[in-house]
Nanobody
């Protein structure tokens, strides 16, 4: 009912920047909170940043001041601008959205396929 397509991952040197994108499509009635998670090998998946429907944001302490989350409601897209990247940012990054669809009276969570970010030192 809702499909998420991620893009923007890659290999960069420490101190570099990347911009991740996640576009949602389908029978979407409303997009609620949208966020980014990441998971490194051998570690738990963790929340990186989240943005609500009214634009309120929250960040993990490890990325605060370096990453910026934003959204474009007209295109159903959420972005993650990553600056001053560090080797410890290396992980698979996953987009997550909570969305209501026309066929339901409630909202569900949906996940993107993941995109790899690797930061070399």
């Amino acid at each position: 009912q809702v499909q998420l397509v991620e893009s923007g991952g890659g290999l960069v040197q420490a101190g570099g920047s990347l911009r991740l994108s996640c576009a949602a499509s389908g029978s979407i009635f409303r997009l609620n909170a949208m966020g980014w998670y990441r998971q490194a090998p051998g570690k738990q998946r963790e929340l990186v940043a989240v943005i609500t429907s009214d634009g309120s944001t929250n960040y993990a302490d490890s990325v605060k001041g370096r990453f910026t989350i934003s959204r474009d409601n007209a295109s159903n897209t959420v972005y993650l601008q990553m600056n001053s990247l560090k080797p410890e940012d290396t992980a698979a990054y996953y987009c997550n959205v909570r969305a209501g669809v026309y066929s339901k009276n409630w909202s569900d969570d949906y996940w993107g396929q993941g995109t790899q970010v690797t930061v070399s030192s």
